[in-house]
């Protein structure tokens, strides 16, 4: 029972340098999201995706984008590395609806040097 | 704009203490309530997914309760264990419906033996 897999566990990145953050999902939920974790900050909501070929932005989304071409995967780029997106990041999944359970990837701890 | 807010930042108990974590929300218009568990350098687990409609739900030692009039939740811990020392955060949805989820700052608990 795979659920929320983000890959890779741990990246360093040099400023100015791109990079993909991926997350699949293998529950078929309809609903991801992508989630930064800075300490004194909490969890932030960076985009979403309410199904295949459709995303929006959330709280935080500069610097980064996502695309949706498949119901499983949803992944995370960011475009030009800075300092200030050195993070742990979470990808979750959940059904659309309203009373339904988020379920959250191990996260990917990224430092920008 | 929703606004999640959990006090005390950090709680330490003896062994065997029963734990009570608090959550306090802005936008009372809520279906439901999760209460996660985090442990360092890992993901977040979901313990309990709390609907309003229910205004209380149970698994285990854990019990969380729902006051929308109010704007608070609590999560109770009975019998404390070493094991249950990790952050525990709470996340109401941004808006009345919907999977977009804003989160608290977490209790960061301690469970002495």
């Known amino acids: 029972n795979a659920g929320v897999t983000q890959t890779p566990k741990f990246q360093v990145l040099k400023t100015g340098q791109s990079m993909t953050l991926q997350c699949a999902q293998d529950m078929n939920h309809e609903y991801m999201s992508w989630y930064r974790q800075d300490p004194g900050m909490g969890l932030r909501l960076i985009h979403y995706?309410?199904?295949?070929?459709?995303?929006d932005q959330g709280e935080v989304p500069n610097g980064y984008n996502v695309s949706r071409s498949t119901t499983e995967d949803f992944p995370l780029r960011l475009l030009s590395a800075a300092p200030s997106q050195t993070s742990v990041y979470f990808c979750a999944s959940s059904t659309q609806g309203d009373n339904t359970e988020a379920f959250f990837g191990q996260g990917t701890r990224l430092t920008v040097v | 704009k929703q606004e999640v807010t959990q006090i005390p930042a950090a709680l330490s108990v003896p062994e065997g203490e029963n734990l009570v974590l608090n959550c306090s929300f802005t936008d009372s218009a809520i279906y439901n309530l999760q209460w996660f568990r985090q442990d360092p350098g890992k993901g977040l687990t979901s313990l309990l997914l709390?609907?309003?409609?229910?205004r209380e739900q149970t698994s285990g030692r854990l019990n969380a309760s729902l006051d929308k009039s109010s704007g608070r939740s609590t999560l109770y811990i009975a019998a404390s264990q070493p094991g249950d020392s990790a952050t525990y955060l709470c996340a109401a949805p941004s808006s009345a419906a919907g999977n977009k989820l804003t989160f608290g700052g977490g209790t960061r608990v301690l469970v002495k033996p």
């Open positions: 995706s309410v199904g295949a070929g459709i995303t």
């Open positions: 709390i609907q309003s409609s229910q």
